[in-house]
């Protein structure tokens, strides 16, 4: 049963600026990730971007989200702080938010995190090993003890992120450096996941590691029927002596 509605948003500019980039996301990144989510059974995919009205994100559309994919890299100050406003309540109500990549600098990631979630980045063919050093994790059934990517961007510490909920990843890169590429948050009821890799010029969406990671975080991100807190004064449930 489709029981967990995924929006996939992108800025999708580079797939329009870019031959390259089409080449390897012909449908875009959306629709590539859109693609693979919806050979799961318990999945249903919608897409969203940013040139459409509202970009894709209405109140319709959030409401009816369980989990919301993020992509940007070029145009975040683009996205209007009144939808910025709008994911950020239904996270807080329990839709889950996966960020990947570049999203690190989307307005709505930093909102959350509540620092830069700045670090370091380089482009030049390098391989990185993503450890998994939370074995136990939902996020990271079905991988062996580490999976490498062959030619990726690379992301360094320091990341100016608060320190992760659940820590599920780190990368290694040829290079040398380290990077918190897995961080699981709790906000409000809702579950945020950053997952690193992701950059447009590399086929790093078709690989199956990164498919199977995206799809157990949509799995863990997926809103749960707890309880709805209560706050602010109430009467005691004992009698008080
Ligand atoms: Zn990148």
């Known amino acids: 049963m489709k029981n967990i509605n995924v929006t996939v948003w992108n800025e999708n500019r580079h797939e329009k600026q870019s031959e390259e980039v089409r080449e390897l996301y012909p449908k875009g990144i959306h629709g590539a990730i859109a693609d693979f989510l919806m ?26 989200t369980d989990v919301l994919i993020w992509w940007g890299h070029v145009a975040h100050d683009e996205v209007d ?31 959350l995190m509540g620092t830069t979630c700045n670090l370091k980045w380089r482009v030049v063919d390098e391989k990185e090993r993503l450890w998994v050093v939370e074995p136990g994790h939902p996020i ?17 510490e320091r990341f100016d992120i608060p320190a992760p909920d659940e820590l599920v ?8 450096e380290v990077f918190r590429s897995g961080c699981c948050y709790y906000r409000g ?14 086929p790093i969406f078709h690989q199956a590691e990164v498919q199977r990671v995206i799809t157990n975080a949509v799995r863990w991100a997926a809103p749960v029927s707890g309880p709805t807190p209560q706050f602010g004064n109430v009467a005691p449930l004992e009698d008080i002596k």
């Open 81 to 111: 702080d009144l939808i910025v406003d709008r994911i950020y309540g239904r996270v807080l109500e329990g839709m889950g938010l996966i960020v990947l990549h570049s999203g690190h600098f989307s307005k709505i990631f930093k909102k």
């Open 189 to 202: 009821k809702g579950r945020v996941f950053y997952f690193r890799p992701g950059h447009e010029t590399y």
């Open 140 to 156: 990271a059934q079905g991988l062996g003890e580490y999976f490498e990517i062959p030619k990726a961007e690379m992301y360094g």
């Open 39 to 64: 050979k799961n059974v318990d999945i249903e995919t919608t897409t969203a971007t940013l040139d459409e009205p509202e970009h894709g994100l209405t109140e319709d559309v959030l409401n009816t």
């Open 169 to 176: 990843f780190i990368s290694w890169f040829e290079g040398g």
